[in-house]
């Protein structure tokens, strides 16, 4: 793990220590003609702010708070698209439909936030999908 993640535990807050992991990860994947391109790192980042959500998650269901960390998974859930589309190959379409069932489980009697915030995420998928080409081809094993 990168010292910025290490970095991230430092903050009090795990919405914010998901979130600075989550950025970290663009340290290992840079667009360009010499960008960095590490997936298994970009990988291992993603699965350290699903741990850290996952964490949060379980601290607001004791302070039964639950709108904070189920964003959180979809925003992890847009990081995962995003490499997805970027061509990391350590993001697979079995790993972004895992967590849209994690979602989907964990949003039961969840706020219209986070249900407003996941449906735009899944009509983009969608739209993917309809757009045909490679990068709907990439988008079609993604079950909804």
């Known amino acids: 793990m990168c010292y910025f993640g290490q970095y991230s535990a430092r903050l009090l807050k795990k919405p914010d220590q998901c979130r600075a992991v989550c950025a970290c990860s663009h340290l290992f994947w840079v667009d360009g003609q010499d960008g960095i391109r590490d997936g298994e790192r970009v990988l291992l980042c993603l699965k350290r702010a699903l741990r850290i959500a996952n964490a949060a998650q379980q601290m607001a269901s004791i302070a039964r708070d639950s709108s904070g960390p ?75």
């Open 70 to 144: 189920v964003t959180l998974f979809v925003e992890i859930l847009n990081k995962y698209l995003y490499y997805f589309e970027k061509g990391n190959k350590q993001i697979t379409a079995a790993a972004i439909q895992h967590l849209i069932e994690l979602i989907n489980t964990e949003m039961q009697g969840d706020s219209a936030t986070s249900d407003a915030f996941l449906a735009s995420t899944l009509r983009y998928i969608q739209f993917q999908k309809q757009r045909g080409g490679v990068m709907g081809a990439k988008f079609e094993s993604i079950k909804l």
